[in-house]
Every structure is written in structure tokens, then in C-alpha cells.
């Protein structure tokens, strides 16, 4: 006696929300698993923060508007620092994924093409969304304070969300294009070093001298960074 199977049929939309469901947890739950990368992205950028504030603090603070003071200042270049090399982690598994054949697993399966990069980089989104909450309580516990209303607080979550968003789905592009994790590395390093060190992240650009100063006022990363710090700031964005 044979028995006939009968199978759901979904939407090609529903489908592919379902299956990236499913991976967004298959990511999230590798994400919990490690956790001495998981220390280790909340760990470094509060390094960063500590260290650049107290060993650069004294002599930066001259250099900026009055009643600014070095932390304010740094705090907007910190995060956008750290969810820039936060995309890293995306492009390493995604290569992962590939190197190991698990992308090739699943595309035998009657699943969304897509699926598994929307698992990557909306689980990535919410590790660096929980990383710079955990950086703004410790920023506020050294001192940092904001002029940024509701509105302002808003606007600075969407283009903190952009920024992860279009990074990440950089870093997948790098991850498919990699041959090897070690590569990824280099090139995820790079490609974000020189945009984020080169940028007003840590000192006002008009320190710079003037080849480096043209760069770093017309890259992407120093418009986000100032914009974003003139909102936490409560100051114009101007063309940022």
C-alpha cells in the first residue's frame, strides 16, 4: 500500500521569510555557542573606548568645540569602528558555510537561495546591535552624555541599522568571493582599517595634513560618523 505525500505550498515571499527564519536561528544559536568570540566582540570595543578616552583624552580635548569633551566626541567613532569590523564575523561565516559545504547541502533542499546570507547578516545585526548598548552603558558610566531627544535617538538607530546592513552585506560579498577564512581576514582588514582610522572617528580632521584630510572628509564612514555624533551632540548634521 503506497502512501501519497502532501506538502505545504507556500509563496515564493512566505517561503523565503520562513527558511530565512530558520537560519536567522541557525546563526544566532552558532553566535551563543561561541562564546569567547561573543566575549570578545563585546570586549574589544570597550577597550578601545577606555583606552583612547584615557590615553588621548588629555591632549585631544583641546582641539575640540568648547563644552565637548573627548568622550562625547569619541563615542560615535567607536561604535561605527565597532560595527564595521563587526561585518567581519559575517564574511568569515559565510566563507565558513562554503568551505565546509554546507551552502551546497542546502541548496539541494527546496529552500530559499537567500536564506542562509539573510540568517548571516540579521543575526550579525542583532550581535552589534546588543555590543553598542553594552558600549553606551559603559560610555555612560565613564561620563558620556548625549543632547539627543527621542527623535534624535531614532534617527541615529536607523542609520546605525543602514550602516550594519549595507557593511554586512558587503562582508557576504567578500566571504563568497574569499578561496580561504585567512583571506577573508586579510581582506576584511584591510578594507575597514584604513576607512575607519583614516576618518574623524578619533581626532577632528582638521588636524590632518592635507592629503590625508582630503580623504578622510570624503569617505563614507567619517559622513556617517559625524552624523551620528552630531545627534548624540544635539548639534546640526549639516550635509552629513
Known sequence: MSVQLEFEHKSRIMQ???????????SSTHIVRH????????????????????VF???????????????????AGIII?????GSTTTAVAVCNDL??????RFKSLPMSNVAVLNGHVISDLARNGISTAVMLAVGFVMGFRTHADLQGWLMIIGLLVLFTLTFSWLAVIVGVKAKSIEAVQWLSFIIVFPLTFASSAFVPT????????????NQPITHIIEAVRALMLGTPTGNH
Open 81 to 85: 569602528q565597532t560595527l564595521a569590523f
Open 99 to 104: 568551505q565546509k559545504g554546507i551552502i551546497d
Open 35 to 54: 562564546t569567547d568570540q561573543l566575549l570578545g566582540t563585546f570586549f574589544q570595543p570597550v577597550m578601545f573606548l577606555v583606552l583612547f578616552s584615557a
Open 16 to 26: 523565503s521569510v520562513t527558511d530565512s527564519l530558520l537560519m536567522i536561528k541557525r
Open 57 to 75: 583624552g588629555g591632549a585631544i580635548s583641546k582641539a575640540l568645540p568648547e563644552g565637548v569633551s573627548y568622550l562625547n566626541f569619541l563615542m
Open 206 to 217: 582638521e588636524g590632518m595634513n592635507k592629503f590625508l584630510k582630503a580623504f578622510a572628509e
